[in-house]
């Protein structure tokens, strides 16, 4: 059970479902689709959710939260323009990412994506990541271990498995506030009908982060 000041900001939060759509005005889904199909559908997603350089929903996010930053006097708002971008593994968090950087040039330096701190976490469906593991580092990457670390980079967005930021973790800006100022997801988790952790981990994301926006997509 969260405590009282958990609750409270999770109660002082906003809900909102925003799906997005392919060119046919069809929602875009991904639960049920192949791993290859995925990949396109996350590509899909982010391209929609930044629009024409930054329009679309991710930018007008950044700026209303940098805009309460600004004109907030008790400061609960300051220095928490920043996205938590939830996803269901690795993988997609590197797909989301990626695409994000290749529409919205601008932003290419502060858009990060989560990875795992070692190989030994990973499955047999983890090959396209663990692949990705040999090559040279990648600047944009940031490790499991240092997630406490992003309030203090000139990260913006932050793209991460859900099941990666559970307890033990505290993102926290200069302040000593919650570092994100809003969390969107991107696909609807499914843990076990019979994982309770799961949704005790899941209240934990809100009660950490504080989000005032938390929107699903799929």
């Not at 409270?8 to 639960?31: G, M, V």
């Not at 209303?64 to 997609?92: C, I, M, P, T």
């Not at 290419?108 to 989560?114: I, K, W």
């Not at 076990?192 to 899941?202: K, M, N, S, V």
Request: glycine residues 6%; positive net charge; hydrophobic residues 35%.
């Amino acid at each position: 059970m969260p405590k009282e000041g958990a609750r409270d900001a999770i109660a002082q939060s906003h809900f909102k479902f925003l799906p997005q759509f392919h060119q046919n005005k069809e929602p875009i889904r991904i639960s049920g689709m192949s791993e290859r199909r995925k990949m396109s559908l996350f590509q899909e997603i982010a391209r929609s959710l930044v629009g024409t350089n930054g329009t679309g929903h991710l930018g007008q996010e950044l700026r209303e939260l940098k805009h309460l930053g600004e004109n907030d006097l008790s400061n609960h708002w300051k220095d928490r323009a920043r996205l938590l971008l939830l996803v269901n593994s690795y993988d997609q968090a590197r797909w989301a990412a990626n695409e994000i950087r290749n529409c919205w040039s601008s932003m290419q330096d502060f858009v990060y994506h989560l990875v795992p701190d070692n190989i030994e976490t990973y499955t047999e469906d983890n090959f396209d990541e663990l692949a990705k593991f040999v090559k040279p580092p990648d600047k944009s990457a940031l490790n499991r271990a240092d997630i406490e670390t992003f309030g203090q980079t000139k990260g913006k967005i932050l793209v991460a498995p859900m099941n990666a930021i559970g307890r033990g973790f505290n993102i926290l800006n200069a302040n000593g506030k919650a570092a994100f100022g809003a969390i969107y997801f991107l696909t609807r988790p499914y843990p076990h009908p019979h994982d309770t952790q799961a949704g005790i981990e899941l209240g934990q994301i809100f009660s950490r982060v504080r989000c005032t926006i938390t929107k699903q997509f799929s």
